[in-house]
């Protein structure tokens, strides 16, 4: 999802000049509002989910803070937010490293341990997807291995009974750019290892990002209502469409949206009730928006800042959440290719309305 990449001095000068432009040709651009303050124990927010009860659970890996255990936060609707539980940590490397989150229809939370994304050598190749079984009280009862050894597990999606998850780099597939994929599993899959080549069973289909200076593959992963996958290459800010037969086989693999002047690159999305597709602009610090006619307008876009004004500090995923969009604030990465230049306080999530979108 969100890595040092290697970038050329041309792409600050072009990012810059996206800002500028696109400031002034989207007159009007919301501003977002903060939606929330984080405590301290969530320096790194990323994924969200909706939890059977109704609250937002918020995945905090908490790289800027590796003191901090990583963690699933609860968030009410009337704004309450406690920790839910530490995630089970991998025993060989002492730590967890949640991103991606979501819930199937028995209330079981799968969550993408992306290992590989701590920078640590030990995490290389280390990444699990998890299943965690709770009790009718939320208490957390059992924690499953669904898969293990993945390179860089990131984005998830439940569908028909199947996982979906998107795995942002797979640097042992021979080639001259970095290829990325999507991997699905059985809900009651377990204990999967996974050689992050062509030769897993369970690798549904691979993209190639050609953008040299920013090569980092799919991230953030949808389903619309008739069951087309979406999935967004972040180095090339587009978004694929993947259409599926009956039985979960790909038939075409193609890219449905693509238009570099309003969305540079492709961190978490999520659909409303009308199939519009929001996406987290990671590098922009800005969010667009993609209608079912394939349009892409950028919505929002704040400058560097700490989102202490609920400026988009680096926004990592959206989710629509009572009839609002919540956008968390990875607020980490730096580079000549992102708004954003340091990591700070405060800890935030931000808020769009989506009533004039």
């Known amino acids: 999802m969100k890595t040092t990449f290697l970038v050329t001095e041309l792409c600050l000068f072009l990012l810059t000049s996206c800002f500028s432009s696109n400031s002034q040709a989207n007159k009007d651009l919301q501003v977002s509002k903060l939606f929330m303050e984080l405590p301290y124990n969530c320096?790194?927010?990323?994924?969200m989910a909706i939890a059977p009860d109704g609250s937002l659970i918020l995945a905090c890996p908490n790289f800027a803070n590796p003191a901090?255990?990583?963690?699933?936060?609860?968030?009410?609707?009337?704004?309450?937010?406690s920790k839910w539980i530490d995630v089970p940590v991998l025993p060989e490397t002492g730590i967890a490293c949640p991103m991606g989150i979501a819930f199937n229809e028995k209330g079981d939370s799968y969550i993408c341990d992306n290992q590989g994304w701590s920078g640590s050598e030990r995490g290389y190749r280390k990444g699990r997807l998890l299943k965690l079984i709770f009790d009718k009280q939320g208490i957390l009862q059992e924690t499953?291995?669904?898969a293990y050894n993945m390179e860089h597990p990131n984005g998830i999606r439940i569908h028909n009974g199947k996982v979906y998850i998107t795995?942002?780099?797979l640097s042992a597939i021979p080639s001259e750019k970095l290829v990325s994929g999507v991997y699905c599993f059985k809900e009651d899959d377990c204990n999967i290892e996974i050689t992050n080549t062509l030769e897993d069973k369970n690798l549904l289909t691979t993209v190639i990002t050609r953008n040299p200076q920013v090569q980092y593959g799919l991230d953030g992963i949808v389903f619309d209502k008739k069951g087309n996958l979406y999935v967004g290459n972040f180095g090339d800010g587009s978004i694929h469409k993947i259409t599926?037969?009956?039985?979960?086989?790909?038939?075409?693999?193609?890219?449905?949206?693509?238009d570099s002047t309003q969305l540079v690159t492709t961190d978490g999305i999520c659909m409303?009730?009308?199939?519009?597709?929001?996406?987290a602009d990671f590098s922009a610090n800005a969010i667009a928006r993609i209608t079912p006619d394939r349009k892409i307008v950028r919505i929002a876009q704040s400058p560097d800042c700490d989102g202490s004004n609920g400026g988009l500090d680096q926004p990592g995923e959206p989710i629509v959440w009572n009839g609002k969009l919540i956008i968390s604030c990875f607020d980490i990465v730096t580079g000549p290719d992102k708004i954003n230049t340091k990591h700070d306080k405060p800890y935030t999530l931000a808020q769009l309305d989506l009533e004039n979108n």
């Open 68 to 81: 901090m255990p990583a963690c699933l936060m609860k968030i009410t609707s009337e704004k309450q937010i």
């Open 272 to 279: 409303d009730e009308k199939d519009n597709m929001y996406v």
């Open 43 to 47: 320096p790194t927010p990323d994924g």
């Open 244 to 258: 599926l037969d009956k039985n979960g086989k790909v038939l075409s693999n193609t890219i449905w949206a693509q």
């Open 167 to 169: 795995q942002s780099s």
């Open 144 to 146: 499953i291995t669904v």
